[in-house]
């Protein structure tokens, strides 16, 4: 698939099937994920994928205000960032970290696109921080960046806008 047709047409899917997504699947999106660029490829992210366990797939969706939707995916990964590889002293400002989180959480949703699957990027659920990582059982290192829904789309996504190069763009 080409890239650039990939980025255009992927959408952020809000409604699945039951149709379970497989290990293998989540195995290339992780993949993608972890080939994203990093400051200093530090590589700071770290992943929970909640796919096996029906009770805390639904414990985990009940913790955003989108849990009618979110519960219908197979699967759902949550992104964190790894303070512990970070040294502020050497690596830099923290925002270079949290945007590799964010170039490697945008190949997941491509990879996912990919394979034929549906995703959103689910920001609401940082309300609910602690909760999740308390479900999750991360360490206190991680900080939550998002929540990754993924599963079989079921049905057609509504397109949306996006503004004109001439309105953000300056050419100089
Ligand atoms: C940082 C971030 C947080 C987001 N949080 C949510 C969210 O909590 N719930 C949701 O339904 N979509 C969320 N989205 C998805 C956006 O709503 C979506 O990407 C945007 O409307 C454009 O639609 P598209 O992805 O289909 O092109 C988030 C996207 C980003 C990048």
Request: hydrophobic content about 50%.
């Given at each position: 698939m080409d890239t650039i047709s990939s980025i255009v047409n992927r959408r952020s899917i809000r409604s699945y099937t039951s149709k379970k997504v497989s290990p293998n699947d989540i195995t290339?999106?992780?993949?993608?994920?972890?080939?994203?660029p990093s400051g200093n490829n530090?590589?700071?992210w770290r992943f929970s994928v909640v796919m096996n366990d029906e009770q805390l797939l639904k414990k985990l969706s009940s913790l955003t205000v989108y849990?009618?939707?979110v519960q219908t995916a197979s699967c759902l990964i949550a992104v964190f960032l790894d303070k512990k590889v970070i040294d502020p002293n050497i690596h830099g400002i923290y925002l270079k970290h949290v945007q590799a989180i964010g170039a490697a959480i945008q190949?997941?949703?491509?990879a996912a696109h990919e394979l034929g699957l549906g995703s959103c990027w689910i920001g609401e659920i940082l309300k609910k921080e602690d909760q999740v990582k308390e479900l999750v059982g991360a360490a206190d290192?991680?900080?939550l960046m998002a929540v990754i829904s993924v599963g079989y789309p079921n049905k057609a996504t509504t397109s949306?806008?996006?503004d004109i190069l001439?309105?953000?763009?300056?050419?100089?």
């Open positions: 290339k999106i992780l993949t993608a994920a972890n080939w994203a530090l590589q700071p849990h009618s939707w190949n997941m949703l491509l290192d991680l900080e949306r806008r996006r001439e309105n953000i763009v300056s050419w100089l």
